[in-house]
């Protein structure tokens, strides 16, 4: 039997929350069955490096919801439930039997357990506005067609592909054509095809520090040396990446995460001079490029020159939904034989569900999209204002904003010499996520060097409806303030 | 403009029908735009390091039908199609005109554009008795939840590993709880994440020889050395893996692909015995184990011992539908800790379709998926003896079958001394499709030391109608033996 809750840092949910969640969990799903003996709260804590009072509290709240119980002398253990988990393999236990008690202990558990009052995450949808009835008759439609139960294209239905092509080229201003576009369902895999397929002389990625870890984190897992490279006003410092002799850079050029600037022209020309100076390439993130609340969507940077060395990085799971498992990438030209080879090498079928793909294809195609698009803009949009005068009313003076202006967040700088964490742990006590900037240095040494900033928060817009942020920064304020 | 068709070589389709497929398919696609000069024959000839003879049959078919046209002086050149990708990046053309373009290019094409008359695919799946009515509905029902677009748990459902531990336990015996359930939308994704659990210090993978050549081509490309370990008659010879100083071995023990062979009792034993002295670990690949015609399913090897060191991995794609693209792992406990710290340092997000997994749930927990399996074991198993029986009539003397009695292949092997590649390249003309099983042994060396074998092919009866099978052998033996 494993015991082994995973504790988060961040400040979201306190300790204890966590452990409760973590046992309510495990019993339920049938991980922790009847009579297991739980460890002792100065054993757990001790295994956790943690202090005996969230321990405490956890089995408290555990016991007084009748999961565990407390017996004398032989410490916590666990309640009987629905006995799911002593089926035994060779038992065959009746078929109705096990199906009833599986449905019985095993409700679709979302991702996050706490539910917020006040969530300013930093990436979640807002769904209010979702074409619900033209999604489910695409999919409907497409049901029908028993087709799409057989192997897809390996690099992606051509038909999504295309459209994918056709809205770049009209909507980012990208050079594209459908065989450069390649589509996955995840975005790991995406990065370690990537990692196959850049020249393998130059292991070293340049990255936007502070800046997105999940591409880093997949490259630094698949060889590569993480460098990063500080930021100036208007963008990556292009010298300081010259010097490092990176042989691949990857930045958020449209709206840098998370400080917000755009990259300016004479540093995405200077960029694509280094490129083409060492040989580099450049990987261009976009994930929130649609969405600018003043003037025109800032034009990619892979299509300011023909057959640049740019990936351009896509994904629907902010413009569409995180649950369809979509994203995707466009390659250069020059990178085409190398991603087919590898195809081959390596028997690549396709990732994404066939079904979401041509579910996708025909939402875009008929222009559900563009307009879904235009709406959420507006919804966005309005949302930002909202934060935006709600922080000026309720924090005046006592904090600065950056970043604004385009996304799904910006960044709040407090003025207060209180540490970061402590103030997003008094904002999770008081139901409000936020998230700290320090989670968007690099690496220990990154986080270190900015510990005495002043306390600056990522605020996510997405999660929240637009009615509660006027109110949550009011508590914020009055949790943080007094 | 890069034209670079790619020729294979398995002798499935003749070059000209190849070259003829990607012309037509890029000039659809707009990738080739109206006149585009084509390489000349010869120059594209020698850059294929094929003959002119099959560039040369490819342009006159694609001039006969109006896709390019042969002009003086100029050789060939695209005629005009829809004018898909004459559209500028910065034109922003007319929305109702692009989409109502690329609704007349772009058919949904299936992956492999040639119709074989016999297609003995090696994995395709027989949908016709797909609960296609069952599979709508649970799929409708699962389109009213809205919660299903937010995003989901990155290990994959809770509800969804549940079903798929209980069913692992039941028929295939093994030691499996929910948290050790990993689900990905992809192999590769999935053994990329097991290359970086497993002990770093040892990056040897022993694998079957012959054997498939998914897993161990990823595992190749994040850094394993690959070590072929040959066959004996009742699986993989464990001295030779003792001695090769492997870290982990990668075996097919319910039925080897593509041999057929169970791997022995003693055999296990052996394995685990191995993996006990060395802290080796065995990725045991279960892709068919649920289809055995005579007798029960052999159990699997990870059940055989608790906390064993087995890492079982399984898949819908041939059980249900490819196109789903949900696959898993079991993971043994001890190595619950390591992918937790994987998932978190590389932010792991769940990469299969959210709709697919409670879809899939559903179909387990409500008993569709177990009858589903019974009705599609007799379905294959009628098929699997007209296949013998076809064999047995049409052949006779001049071959002879093995790794018959489970899954949906088995090995014929003809009395002939014709080579391999070029009986596949006829039986192809003849509009029948059969893999050599110079496929299945890895490497150049591999294939080279077989080279003299007496010519071998693996005829799969998943995708051939059952009425077909003895129709198509009986040709087979009439363009074979004459």
């Known amino acids: ?63 007084s919801e009748g999961f565990i119980a407390s017996r004398p002398r032989s410490g916590f253990s666990v309640q009987p439930m629905h006995d799911f988990s002593g089926a035994e393999a060779a038992a065959d236990p009746p078929e109705s039997q096990s199906r009833m008690l599986i449905q019985a202990v095993l409700p679709i558990t979302p991702r996050d357990p706490q539910k917020y009052v006040y969530d300013f995450h930093i990436s979640k949808n807002d769904f209010s506005l979702f074409p619900h009835k033209i999604w489910r008759s695409l999919f409907q439609e497409q049901l029908a067609n028993p087709d799409l139960l057989q192997y897809g294209d390996p690099q992606g239905e051509p038909a999504l592909r295309a459209s994918i092509a056709a809205h770049l080229r009209q909507f980012r201003g990208l050079h594209c054509l459908p065989e450069q576009v390649v589509i996955g369902g995840d975005q790991h895999l995406l990065c370690s095809l990537l990692g196959h397929i850049l020249p393998g002389s130059n292991r070293r990625l340049g990255i936007e520090d502070p800046g997105y870890h999940l591409l880093p984190a997949a490259f630094a897992r698949n060889g590569y040396e993480i460098i990063p490279v500080p930021l100036q006003e208007d963008g990556l410092d292009i010298e ?56 025109r969507p800032v034009p990619s940077l892979q299509g300011l020159m023909e057959n640049s060395p740019v990936i351009y990085m896509g994904s629907f799971a902010q413009s569409v939904a995180p649950a369809l498992c979509v994203h995707y990438m466009v390659l250069p030209e020059k990178l085409l034989p190398a991603y087919r080879n590898l195809a081959r090498e390596l028997y690549l079928e396709h990732s994404a569900s066939r079904l979401n793909q041509i579910a996708l294809h025909f939402f875009m195609e008929r222009g559900h999209f563009a ?67 320090s989670y968007t240095w690099w690496g220990e040494s990154g986080a270190e060097a900015h510990r005495n900033d002043a306390p600056e928060f990522i605020l996510g817009f997405g999660a929240i409806p637009e009615e509660r942020i006027g109110e949550g920064i009011r508590r914020l304020a009055e949790v943080w303030l007094g």
Chains 1, 2 share one sequence.
């Open 240 to 295: 300081q990446l010259r010097d490092s002799g990176a042989g691949a850079v990857y930045i958020s050029p449209s709206h840098q995460f998370p400080c917000g600037m755009i990259m300016s022209i004479a540093k995405r020309h200077a960029l694509l001079d280094w490129a083409a100076t060492t040989g580099g390439y450049i990987i261009e993130d976009d994930y929130d490029g649609e969405f600018r609340y003043h003037g």
């Open 1 to 63: 039997m494993l015991i082994n809750p995973m504790l988060s840092d961040d400040g979201k949910l306190p300790y204890y929350i966590q452990l409760y969640d973590y046992f309510k969990k495990e019993i339920l799903g049938g991980t922790l069955p009847a009579d297991t003996r739980l460890p002792s709260i100065r054993s757990l804590a001790g295994q956790l490096y943690i202090s005996a009072t969230p321990v405490e509290l956890a089995y408290q709240q555990l016991v």
């Open 371 to 437: 307009r879904h698009l235009r709406r959420m803009r507006l919804l966005y949009q309005k949302k930002h204002e909202a934060l935006l005068q709600a922080i000026q009313l309720y924090f005046g003076d006592h904090a600065a904003v950056r970043g604004q202006g385009a996304g799904f967040h910006l960044l709040l700088r407090l003025v207060s010499s209180v540490d970061a964490r402590r103030l997003a742990e008094t904002a999770a006590a008081a139901g409000i996520r936020v998230t700290p900037m």
